[in-house]
């Protein structure tokens, strides 16, 4: 069991970028990359990618790859957390390092194609749809698709750059028969 000064340096260390103390600590703690977990149930990468930390992710992607795929308590990856907080080199690397978890739902049902979008990440949106428009088609409850997201959020950006990806799905209803077209028009 390691101490919760120990748990709060590896913490600082991750969220401030802070490489040398953080490869002291697993240096003398190795097993801490694989089995710490901070609040939410997040893992060392989920810090790093929250606070926009690079260089903390590639040492940590570096030492243990598999914490691409860890997901916290909301059902989130470090990619659904780099996505909404618009960090694009850190989805990149993640992208990477787990490819599939552009494809992952958290507990709101969105991958992390639709966290981007929500949040009018454009970058990281263009990002995410490099290899594959597919994770962009994921419908949500209701019938929703990324593009009712994002005239929900008024994220007209990225709307504009998903039309162009994706223009058939500005004709596609949700489950109460709103195209984005309806939906817009009601929203403004």
Not at 68 to 93: C, F, M, N, T, W
Not at 102 to 126: F, I, K, S, T, Y
Request: some cysteine; proline content about 4%.
């Amino acid at each position: 069991m390691v101490s919760e000064e120990v748990e709060m340096k590896l913490y600082n260390a991750a969220s401030k970028g802070d490489v040398t103390t953080l490869a002291h600590l697993l240096e003398e703690h190795p097993y801490l990359v694989h089995g710490v977990l901070f609040p939410c149930s997040r893992n060392l990468l989920h810090v790093a990618a929250m606070h926009g930390q690079t260089p903390i992710v590639e040492e940590l992607l570096s030492l243990n790859p598999e914490l691409a795929r860890g997901s916290d308590s909301q059902k989130s990856s470090p990619l659904h957390v780099a996505a909404a907080r618009g960090h694009v080199e850190i989805a990149s690397k993640l992208l990477s390092a787990a490819p599939e978890a552009c494809w992952w739902r958290d507990d709101q049902g969105m991958n992390p194609v639709h966290v981007a979008a929500m949040n009018g990440h454009v970058e990281v949106l263009e990002r995410l749809l490099e290899g594959s428009c597919f994770p962009a088609m994921e419908r949500l409850r209701r019938g929703q698709t990324v593009l009712h997201l994002c005239v929900k959020h008024a994220q007209l950006r990225a709307l504009e750059a998903l039309v162009e990806k994706l223009g058939d799905l500005v004709c596609a209803k949700d489950d109460d028969g709103d195209t984005v077209l309806h939906l817009a028009v009601r929203c403004n």
